[in-house]
């Protein structure tokens, strides 16, 4: 199985602060992943899809970088509707698995 | 309006099985497959498999090969999933989620998610 691992697993900052959250697939997976957002009691929002193309709707402050083995989703100025959890997820291999999450909290 | 309306919270007995359905509407049922995801309470996201609406054809993820089946009524756009032999810790928050592929090789992404299920397993 190919594990994603995310870093950090909390995070605190401020509202108009850069932010960046970091996924490392324990095996190349090429550009096969994907980035959701998810807030308290909802479902899952998808951000970033192919590590780098931006799902239609979703602000452009959100982008996403990387391939191989390391990828990293940045907000480049944080507004007070992105606190939330943001998961990682892979489909390069037939059993799709997800990261742990990154929880974002207001400092 | 394009969404997926799932069914309510269920509770279980362990040993039990529960089926939980995934309704579809605003797009072609026929044209994205389904998968089901699963979070426990606190937890992260668990992949349990897909059914592809237009054939019945399905994938399990090997952790639930023999409990879990998932199937099709496409007379009424809808998907289910049973899950059978009920534990404890099969406890969670039952995800339908559409996929979409940007190579055509299986490179699922989730763009459109089911509100989700609560299913509580307990004696």
């Known amino acids: 199985d190919i594990q994603v691992t995310q870093s950090p697993s909390s995070l605190s900052a401020s509202v108009g602060d850069r932010v960046t959250i970091t996924c490392r697939a324990s095996q190349s997976i090429s550009s096969y992943l994907n980035w959701y957002q998810q807030k308290p009691g909802k479902a899952p929002n998808l951000l970033i899809y192919a590590a780098s193309s931006l799902q239609s709707g979703v602000p452009s402050r959100f982008s996403g970088s990387g391939s191989g083995t390391d990828f990293t989703l940045t907000i480049s100025s944080l507004q007070p509707e992105d606190f939330a959890t943001y998961f990682c997820q892979q489909s390069y291999s037939t059993l799709i698995t997800f990261g742990q999450g990154t929880r974002l909290e207001i400092k | 309006q394009v969404q997926l309306v799932q069914s309510g919270a269920e509770v279980k007995k362990p040993g039990a099985s529960v089926k939980v359905s995934c309704k579809a509407s605003?797009?072609?049922?026929?044209?994205?497959?389904m998968h089901w995801v699963r979070q426990a309470p606190g937890q992260g996201l668990e992949w349990m498999g897909w059914?592809?609406?237009?054939?019945?054809?399905?994938n399990y993820a090997q952790k639930f090969q023999g409990r879990v089946t998932m199937t099709r009524d496409t007379s009424i756009s809808t998907v289910y999933m049973e899950l059978s032999r009920l534990r404890s810790d099969d406890t969670a928050v039952y995800h339908c989620?559409?996929?979409?592929?940007?190579?055509?090789?299986?490179?699922?992404?989730?763009?459109?998610w089911g509100r989700g299920t609560l299913v509580t397993v307990s004696s």
């Open positions: 059914i592809n609406p237009n054939s019945g054809g399905t």
């Open positions: 989620a559409r996929g979409s592929d940007y190579g055509g090789n299986g490179d699922w992404y989730f763009d459109l």
């Open positions: 605003g797009y072609t049922f026929t044209g994205y497959y």
